[in-house]
């Protein structure tokens, strides 16, 4: 299962930090749902099932992802991003000139760097202000999410259920590939962004963060009205 939430907040860090922030995002997500797993089996369910309890996580859950989507909209209007193709034509630029300078010296300064053009991760230089960790964001976007505890409280604990029928082994076997399923989604969506970083010109990445961002926002007012309305 894979919520769009996350989706959404992966595409946008993808576009800030590169391709790491897929994998690091599914870790922060497959801890969750761990934590979830073993809590399920240890009974939570009973309590979990309670209507009151669903709409209290509607109403924070949509209170967070308001504050993720205000955060991703400022990101957007204030170009708070790094474009690939801007950061590895301003590397490639600082490594020749790091070269030039190294032959006409023509000695070596062990503290000096050259640094290579990287196409998976993002320039500092382009990168402003501060934002969620991808593995905290994996875990507090998920659990944000009502239907992601829903999703776990029908279709998952009838998974579990099945794989319970095998021991241990069963549910380790059904842990694995949820997860893996869900990395490798994920890793494709992020190869994807990255892959595009010299076709994409910064105003695409603009409005890809603002649609991101604008998402959230609509997915959290539709969150609290569900609390409320309960």
């Not at 776990?152 to 076997?173: E, R």
């Amino acid at each position: 299962m894979v919520p769009g939430p996350l989706l959404s907040f992966t595409v946008a860090e993808t576009l800030k930090r590169g391709f790491r922030a897929a994998p690091l995002t599914i870790l922060g997500h497959a801890t969750l749902e761990l934590a979830l797993i073993l809590a399920i089996l240890g009974g939570l369910s009973v309590y979990l099932k309670q209507q009151a309890v669903f709409h209290t996580i509607a109403l924070l859950g949509g209170f967070f992802l308001i504050l993720m989507g205000l955060s991703l909209v400022r990101d957007g209007l204030q170009g708070a991003f790094s474009s690939f193709k801007l950061k590895a034509e301003e590397e490639e630029k600082e490594a020749g000139e790091a070269l030039a300078h190294f032959d006409a010296s023509s000695k070596f300064d062990a503290r000096s760097e050259i640094v290579s053009p990287s196409v998976m991760e993002p320039s500092r230089k382009y990168t402003r202000g501060r934002s969620l960790h991808p593995v905290a964001g994996g875990i507090l976007i998920s659990l944000a999410n009502p239907y992601w505890s829903l999703w776990w409280l029908t279709i998952g604990l009838g998974y579990l259920s099945l794989a319970l029928k095998s021991g241990s082994a069963g549910i380790v076997t059904f842990f694995s590939g949820h997860i893996l399923a869900d990395l490798g989604w994920y890793s494709l969506v992020a190869a994807a962004i990255c892959g595009g970083r010299r076709v994409l010109n910064d105003s695409v990445f603009r409005i890809l963060i603002l649609g991101c961002g604008v998402f959230l926002l609509a997915l959290g007012a539709y969150f609290i009205y569900l609390g409320i309305r309960g």
